[in-house]
């Protein structure tokens, strides 16, 4: 089975675009705090990616420094640079949350619509 749950703060704004056939996408980079903090390294970053109606959704309320839960797929991709095999990874959401304190009725809305697979309190 292939599921990946991560709980950080986004480094940058989202990253929003439609593909050539018109499906949005949207992309962003979470700082994940590792457990136990090592002495030169306390976070992983790691690439997110969502599709579709989810993707309108991080796009129209995450910001940069907002604290969010993702949970999806672990995918793994390689390809050639310079004659060199690489790999890349990063996470297919299924669901996002939005975990920040707050009052705007927008963000209970996000979380509810857009993270039906999970529930965090």
Do not use: H
Request: hydrophobic content about 35%.
């Amino acid at each position: 089975m292939n599921k990946a749950f991560i709980i950080g703060r986004l480094v940058r704004d989202p990253d929003f675009r439609l593909t050539p056939s018109g499906v949005q996408l949207c992309r962003f980079t979470i700082a994940v705090d590792r457990i136990p903090k090592q002495e030169n390294q306390t976070a992983d970053f790691i690439r997110v990616v969502t599709w579709r109606r989810l993707a309108e959704i991080c796009n129209q309320y995450l910001k940069k420094g907002k604290l969010v839960a993702v949970d999806g797929r672990l995918q793994i991709d390689s390809y050639e640079k310079d004659g060199e095999k690489r790999y890349s990874s990063e996470i297919v959401a299924d669901g996002m949350q939005m975990l920040d304190r707050g009052t705007d009725d927008a963000q209970k809305a996000v979380a509810t619509e857009s993270s039906p697979s999970f529930d965090l309190v």
